[in-house]
């Protein structure tokens, strides 16, 4: 290979490219290539070379051998991407033994970052964006919540975040109700929250088709009108926002990003995805994608392009700076991001449907590994 | 001589059609006995409920002194009986011998041998070739079923059933499709078979029941109409209004 | 009390769902024997034709949707005419292995050309609200599905069993060879069924669009439960498909406000259940 | 002989690789009762599947009534006026037996069944049953009243007597006799029972490796103890 | 007639004229040996895709588990993947709860996967065809549900982790590149396939394909039909269990993913691919279709699917058996 070619930082990406979740894929690759583009192609003054392996699904299996054929194969020196908990979970022993920095994008279960030392986080976990919901539906005199959540590991992390903490403002979860994950027909299901008599409902849907059932069975079947509230965090995500047309405008949520965020960054990184792919929606994927590649490039200039995990880690931990979504820094510790969370509403703005950012709760940690 | 096989009061309905309706008679060793009778009298249905294939609403089979009125068709083989079908019922990409094997490894009680290949077996792969020697098949032992003609694959049916060395043998339509010539064959093949085997023939070719059978079971509506030696059936007025139509 | 109306309320509604996307499936699986598992890329491609007409192209709902069945039916027709004709006498699994490769095919398609996002078709103003109960509402698009599923089952059993085309059909399937020499023009037979069981699918894709939403997934994600609908009711008997569609839809209504926990645990109890008490069809005697 | 109704020209025909059918001719007149006889597998199943259009020719040509059917499919050719009972009887098995009869009528009214149920009374008693849990016999009856059925001009038999009981043999071809006297309707009979069909027709042919080696008038035929010994292997009496 | 035909299919060249009317078996080592030294040399050549490989030999092992099943027995099913994931998570559990040592716990897979085929199979081959089909969706989803439900036991849909896998015979640990898992599968692998192999040459495998091919036939022949295809369920079950198990102590996780539906209908459309009834055609399958999915997925991962698709529409349309006849006649005429 060429001198120059040798000098390159070599990136593995790992997500789902194909498959129902290809999207995040896509999210995944313009976010980083907008990153790269934007810093003038080179990130800590060196080339940069972005692999993608596709996972498809939740894959743990073939997703360990993508990764160890990256590691060993095309000798990548940092990783990011992973959408899926499991995959994530099974490439910790690999980077642990090979001393790969590993960003995780969007993976969301509090204990990845403990598995290996090499995991640092630029998405979110449930618990911080659901802990500060609850202390916040209790201050709004809701009393009795009824949780439904999705039958699977984020849903059950997400109920367990809000039970915990709603029950330690003092208020009351009447009924927890687990939405099996094939769920297409969620008018039961709303059927059952209605007559829980709650005040309010505080839900965790995967994205795509569920959200949208779940919304539309939650408006046609008078919930709203019955005045039971939406308690949400990922559900009116930017990527589904649109299709739920009228019936979300007033959805509440709290979550970390919105793509409506007023600041100066945002709209930059805003303009930067749109340039690379004018298809790509400013969402979670893409903001995590975009922070994760900061944390590479800081990474990169610390250790000079060489290879060197402890070092580049150990920078990890110290990093702060303004995101698209607001201030955050890397915790030293748990290496996982530390983030104001918002309360948002769905509103109207010009035609579109935007996730209007109405109180700040304030940086957050993850109250996950706080437990 | 021995009696091999005893049918008692058979009755069998197909929801309101009644098959069979108290069907009794009986095979000795060395009887050759041809059942007869107008089309849809039951006689495939019969040979169906003593084979195992379908269960008696009534009755009892006794075969070699057991009541196997209750028992699976695997059972009733291990006693003995054999069968072969009025339409053709192989395997149709096995090559020949391999058919004839199967059997063979079954009669051995040996079809759960899950080691040895069945090349292993020389006596056993031997035996094969000769039955197929017999019926003029040899050439086509590595011939999958189905690309035998039509007449063969009557042959293969048949060499299968012996190929099991049966004490009772039923034949249902063995003929049928097959040119007089072949059926020469064929019936040189049931005439070389051990004397004190019972066979059991069903068959429209009255020349043919004629000069095979020893003994004729007349069938009809699903009742015995008539039960004796070759000449008497000939005779019987019965007989001839129901089956026979023309004195023949 | 309320409850076990809920139950057969929704249940009936989400049953009928089932049974519009499933019976065209029951008439390819049953009466042509082939086994079309691109049946729900064809209820897709429906599905994304009404999406296209009425949101793309502004078209009235009410036109948009026999547009999009007899765009789904001609489809299925040039498929056939090409390719599939090949098929019928090719081995089961043959059959599966191609008509995968459709699906793969046609849901790569799809993802190219409509990107993965999920498709609405946008409802008209009768059919938008909710139908009130009065013990509940009832979604108003849902009572159009179980008027159609009715009217649907109707006239495909009829065609089946009544008419000269039904006997010719199923003799063609048979032997086809003899059909014909008994001056059945089977060409014309098998193609005309194939293109009315897409034209089944494709509005099964549109009235279940608001339960199983399009996606360039749906193509592999429905199949399963189609399927069973398909397995439970007998192939080819679009009684027995109507029943298993509401007796499975009941019981997974049932199994989701009793015990949700369990996710699809009970539906598929109960399928095993149903196969082996009637193998061949819950109305099979 | 009269104007032929159907004429065959030098037929070629085969499976694959394999030819069947070697430059065969025949000619039927109307009315005309053909028995072809032949050892097994010389090709009368294929003649006959190639009169119907169920085998490709590989050369030669069909005339029917006239007119050259070479090209048309076998539904065309079924209501230009052709009937065919196959060897392997093909009954219907998803259908009933009514239904069977039914899909034979091509555009009849369906009280036509009634025919069928004159021919063979049996059937009548077993109209609801599924086409195949009739017996052996039974399905050769349905087989051939279906073909009748569609009222055809000429009607190609494949060993339509097999299987049957005496009786029925007896009834069946007294039936076809009938039927040629009333509608003169034009017969080919494939037969291994040699003797009844020979009986039964007035002309013969003789087919051994897709050609016709013999014709002559079936009587003839009949007490031609050599011909039948060298082409048919038939030393039965 | 005179080209002996033998039980594999395609025949030797007829060089015993005296038997050349006798089928004839392979001897049983042959196919296994070749395929040890193709695996062989493949992870010689390519020492950075030992992973690969690793995946490919289980999935071939996966995939001839089902030939069995499919190919020999005529079973059609769409539920295999639930003796591979009991495997799985059989080898997982144990290695995390009991100890370490992987021929320990692939014994336990295969020991685990029979016992599901045994148990599920004593009711699902009481039916046949698509109801046989249909149940066996049925069987894998609920076998499914039973992970999903014990979190404590299998992590849930996190994933089974955080178990070690001992070295192999004690000496060999697991390495990053993966040379000892890549060797330990290939082994496996070839082993499993001399098996299996020997099973299908066997009178109990002649019966269970004489059984595949007309039922009827060899009920009238006296075979305890039921107990045949139960035995050769168990015995792919306990195949399929190995390959579990393989995967779990290979990859250090074991997923939910390991007992869906979408692996039995991809292991189902590689034997089809490969040719079902041959046990070599699973092999060629797997491997095939892995790699195929590989590369492709590496060059584009969007469209993977158009590749897939697009080939498994041709496969059927042009066969590969007619192609390779016709290559052959070409290169024949040629030289
Ligand atoms: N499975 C079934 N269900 C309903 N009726 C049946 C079934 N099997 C046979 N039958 C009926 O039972 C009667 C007897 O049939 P069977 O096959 O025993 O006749 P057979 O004497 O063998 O006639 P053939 O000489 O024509 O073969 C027939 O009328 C047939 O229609
Ligand atoms: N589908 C087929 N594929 C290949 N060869 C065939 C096929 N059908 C028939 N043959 C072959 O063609 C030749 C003629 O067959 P055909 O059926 O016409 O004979 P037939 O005179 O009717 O004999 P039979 O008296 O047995 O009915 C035979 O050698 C047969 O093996
Ligand atoms: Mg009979
Ligand atoms: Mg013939």
Sequence with gaps: AAPAQAQSVKIGIVGPFSGPFAHYGALFKAAAEAYVAGQGGKLGGREVELIYRDTGGPNPAQTKSLVQELIVKDKVDYLGGFVFTPNALAVAPLIQQSQTPTVIFNAATSSITEKSDYFVRTGYTLWQVTVPLARWAAKQNIARVVTAVTDYGPGLDAEAAFKSEFARQGGTVVESIRMPIATTDFGPFVQRIKASGAQAVYTFLPGGPPNLGFIKAYNENGLAKSGVRFLGTAETDEFDLQKFGDSAVGLTTAFHYSGAHDSAANKAFVAALKKQDPGAAANYASVGAWDGMHVIQKMIEATGGRKDGPKAIATARTLQWESPRGPVRIDGKTRHITQDVYLRQVEKVGGVLVNKEVESFGPQVDHGLAQ | MSLLLDIRDLDKRFGGLHVTRGVSFQLHAGDRLALIGPNGAGKTTLVNQVSGVLRPDAGEIWLRGENVTRLGQAQRVRLGLARTFQITTLAPQLPVQRQIEMALFEREGLGGRAWRSVDAYPALNAEAQALLQRFGLRAHAATPTEDLAYGEQRLVEMALALALRPKVLLLDEPMAGVPRGDGARLLAALDSLPRDLAVLIIEHDMDLVFRFASRIVVLAEGAVLADGSPDDIRRDPKVRAAYLGTPA | ?285 | ?237 | MNTSTTLQGPAEAPSEARHAAAPRCRPAWRAPLIVLALGALACALLPEQLGLMTRIFVAALFVLSLDLVVGVAGLATLGHAAVFGTGAYAAGIFALKVMPDPLAGLAIGIGAGGLLALASGAFLLRYRGFTFLMLTVAVAQIVLSLPQKARDWTGGDDGLSGFTVGPLLGRFAFDLEGRVAAFYALAVLVLLYYVARRLVDSPFGLAVRGIHENRARMAALGTPVYRRLLAMYTAAGAIAGAAGALSAQTNAIVGLDSLSFALSAEALVMLILGGAGRLGGALVGAVVFTLLHHTAASINPYHWLFVVGFMLMAVVLVSPAKAWGWLRRRAGAAS
């Excluded at chain 3, 001056?183 to 005309?192: D, M």
């Design chain 4, 1 to 237: 002989m009269t104007e032929a109704m159907l004429k065959l020209e030098s037929l070629k025909a085969g499976y694959g690789p394999t030819t069947v059918l070697d430059g065969l001719s025949l000619a039927v007149a109307p009315g005309e009762r053909v028995a072809m006889v032949g050892r097994n597998g010389v090709g009368k199943t294929t003649t006959l599947r190639a009169i119907m259009g169920l085998v490709p020719l590989a050369g030669g040509r069909i005339e029917f009534l006239g007119e050259d059917i070479s090209r048309l499919s076998p539904h065309q050719r079924a209501r230009r006026g052709l009937g065919y009972v196959p060897q392997t009887r093909d009954i219907f098995p998803s259908l009933t037996v009514e239904e069977n009869l039914l899909a034979g009528l091509k555009h009849r009214p369906r009280s036509a069944v009634d025919e069928a149920y004159a021919l063979f009374p049996r059937l009548a008693e077993r109209r609801r049953n599924g086409g195949t849990q009739l017996s052996g016999g039974e399905q050769q009856m349905l087989s051939v009243a279906r073909a009748l059925l569609g009222r055809p001009r000429l009607i190609l038999l494949d060993e339509p007597l097999e299987g049957l009981a005496p009786l029925i043999r007896q009834e069946l071809l007294n039936a076809f006799q009938a039927m040629s006297r009333e509608t003169g309707i034009a017969v080919v009979i494939v037969e291994q029972q040699v003797d009844e069909a020979l009986r039964y027709a007035r002309r013969a042919l003789v087919l051994d490796h897709g050609t016709v080696v013999h014709e002559s008038d079936a009587q003839v035929l009949l007490r031609d103890t050599e011909t039948l010994d060298r082409w048919v292997g038939m030393a039965v009496h």
């Design chain 3, 1 to 285: 009390m309320t409850v076990l109306f809920n139950i057969a309320v929704d249940g009936l509604a989400y049953g009928m769902v089932l049974f519009v996307i499933a019976v065209g499936l029951s008439l390819t699986l049953g009466l042509m024997r082939f086994v079309n598992l691109s049946h729900c890329a064809f209820a897709m491609v429906g599905g994304y034709c009404a999406a296209f007409l009425v949101r793309q192209a502004q078209w009235n709902f009410w036109l948009a949707v026999p547009a999009a069945v007899i765009a789904t039916a001609a489809l299925g027709a040039v498929l056939e005419l090409l390719v599939l004709r090949h098929l019928y006498r090719r081995k089961e699994l043959d059959q599966v292995l191609f008509t995968i490769g459709l699906s793969f095919f046609l849901i790569a398609a799809t993802n190219a050309l409509a990107g993965p996002q999920v498709q609405l078709i946008p409802l008209p103003p009768g059919l938008a609200g909710s139908v009130d109960l009065g013990f509940r509402t009832l979604p108003a698009q849902r009572l159009l599905v179980i008027g159609a599923g009715l009217a649907v089952a109707g006239a495909a059993a009829w065609t089946v069993a009544r008419t000269r085309f039904g006997i010719w059909l199923r003799a063609a399937v048979d032997h086809s060879g003899t059909a014909s020499s008994l001056g059945i023009p089977i060409r014309v037979v098998q193609c005309a069924s194939f293109a009315a069981g897409a034209a089944l699918a494709g509005f099964g894709g549109i009235l279940g669009a608001e339960l199983m939403p399009l996606e360039p997934y749906y193509a592999l994600k429905y199949l399963v439960l189609v399927l069973v609908v398909v397995a439970v009711g007998g192939m080819g008997s679009i009684a027995g498909s109507l029943a298993a569609a509401v007796v499975l839809g009941v019981i997974e209504t049932a199994s989701k406000y009793l015990a949700s926990d369990w996710g699809s645990l009970f539906f598929f109890l109960a399928m095993a259940a149903l196969l082996a008490w009637r193998p061949d069809g819950l109305l099979k005697r």
